[in-house]
């Protein structure tokens, strides 16, 4: 897994390479920060080698390094070395963007996954610092986006444990539906079993009205923004 919160990080999971995970789900619930905006604009754009500097540097982060479940005994060159090689050759079946907003990096979002009709949706905000300020549903909701609109996927699916309550509320909060039992996992070093959350395009379309994420604008090639 990796982090999730209303304001931090989120769902998913994926293999483990070299102790760091492809996809997420987890919590950052006691973390209070004033919110930059109540409608963070988030834009997505691919993840580039140069990216990989600053989220390497997310592992000096001990409260990001627990809740995203990377390993806290990996040194910064190793995070590096793996980010820089996730963006210069991703694995074939990952879809990674990075989130920024007001042009710095607030993050990132997944779609995993071999099927052409639906994929797993992960996510995450770094550093801790910036969690409570409403950026992980924002970061969350503009992956769905990419899927449905970008790579017109018909369902994406994610997972959270029942224990990370802000990862839940993100999904339920974008329309997502529990579905059933995922996989097992450790959240905080408790084990755990996640929820299977899911939504449609179907579903996804009829929540999108007047109170919702309209579709994106274009902003410089390579990149969308999503509210």
């Known amino acids: 897994g ?5 304001q931090g990080l989120a769902a998913g999971r994926r293999q483990r390479a070299g102790g760091l995970l492809f996809a997420h789900t987890h919590d950052a ?12 604009v988030i834009r997505l754009r691919p993840l580039h080698p140069d990216d990989a500097g600053t989220i390497a540097g997310w592992a000096a982060d001990p409260v990001f390094v627990e809740h995203a479940g ?19 050759a991703p694995p074939r079946e990952l879809v990674r963007l990075v989130a920024t907003l007001e042009g710095e990096i607030v993050g ?36 769905l986006s990419h899927g449905f609109d970008e790579l017109g996927l018909e369902e994406i699916w994610a997972e959270a444990s029942p224990a990370n309550t802000a990862s839940v509320r993100i999904l339920e909060r974008l329309g997502m539906r529990r579905t059933g039992t995922g996989d097992e996992d450790e959240f905080l070093g408790e084990p755990t079993r996640c ?16 109170a919702a994420p309209p579709a994106p604008a274009r902003g410089p090639k390579g990149t969308a923004r999503y509210r």
Do not use: N
């Open 2 to 6: 990796e982090v999730g919160a209303g």
């Open 29 to 40: 619930t006691a973390c209070q920060t004033v919110p930059v905006s109540s409608s963070p």
């Open 70 to 88: 990377w390993s806290p005994d990996l040194e910064r060159s190793t995070m590096y070395e793996f980010w820089h090689g996730v963006a210069i």
């Open 108 to 143: 990132y979002a997944d779609l995993h996954g071999a099927d052409p009709s639906e994929r797993e949706l992960g996510y995450a905000v770094g550093p801790s610092a910036r969690w409570g300020q409403g950026l992980g549903t924002a970061v969350a909701r503009a992956g």
């Open 195 to 210: 929820a299977q959350y899911r939504i449609t395009r179907r579903e996804y379309a009829r929540l999108s009205g007047p």
